[in-house]
C-alpha cells in the first residue's frame, strides 16, 4: 500500500525524507512494513511543539572498543606481542571512530506522542537536501492550525496529490 493511500483528499506531500511525509496539512510518518502491513500515523502541524536536534554518540561501539582495548593490556600472557598490539590499536580506533562519528536526530515533539513512540518521531540526519527540506518545513509550520481544504467552485484549482521524493 504506497503512502498516497493514506493522504486526505487533495492533500499534497510537499517533503519527504526518510519514513516522514511533510504535507500541505500534517506530518505523516509512513512505514511500510513487510510482516506487519504498513504502519502510519500523523501529527498536525498545530499539535507539534518543537523540532530539534539531538546529537547522540554510538554508546556501544563505545564500550565494545573500550573491552576491546582493556583485552589487549590485561592479556595475561596467552595472545602473543602482534595479536595483543591489534587488540589494542582496534579497540583505539573504535573508540576514536565512536567519538568521532556522533549522529544527529530530528525529534518531533508532541503531547500527542508519549513514552516510547517518542522514539519512532525522530529523524537521522543523513545531511541530504531532502532532510533539511522537510525539517524546515515542518519548522515553519510549527503550531499552526491544520489548513483547511479548498472549497471547489469557488475559484480555487483541485489538486491531486504529488507523488512524494522516492527515499534516499
Do not use: C
Not at 499534497?12 to 511533510?22: D, E, K, Q, R, T
Request: no cysteine; proline share 7%.
Amino acid at each position: 500500500m504506497p503512502v498516497e493511500d493514506h493522504l486526505e483528499p487533495n492533500e499534497v506531500v510537499i517533503a519527504s525524507s526518510g519514513f516522514f511525509y511533510a504535507t500541505d496539512r500534517r506530518l505523516l510518518r509512513y512505514e511500510p512494513a513487510p510482516l506487519l502491513g504498513p504502519q502510519a500515523e500523523s501529527l498536525a502541524y498545530g499539535d507539534i511543539q518543537s523540532v530539534t536536534p539531538r546529537v547522540q554518540s554510538r554508546y556501544r561501539l563505545i564500550v565494545v572498543s573500550l573491552v576491546v582495548f582493556i583485552l589487549g593490556l590485561l592479556d595475561p600472557g596467552r595472545i602473543g606481542g602482534p595479536t595483543k598490539l591489534i587488540l589494542m590499536l582496534a579497540g583505539l580506533g573504535g573508540l576514536v571512530y565512536a567519538i568521532m562519528s556522533r549522529k544527529t536526530m530530528w525529534m518531533f515533539a508532541s503531547s500527542q506522542v508519549v513514552g516510547a513512540a517518542r522514539d519512532r518521531w525522530r529523524l537521522v540526519d543523513d545531511g541530504n537536501e531532502r532532510t533539511r527540506r522537510l525539517v524546515k518545513m515542518v519548522q515553519s509550520r510549527l503550531g499552526k492550525p491544520q489548513a483547511e481544504s479548498p472549497v471547489l467552485g469557488q475559484g480555487s484549482q483541485e489538486t491531486s496529490a504529488t507523488k512524494p521524493d522516492d527515499p534516499a
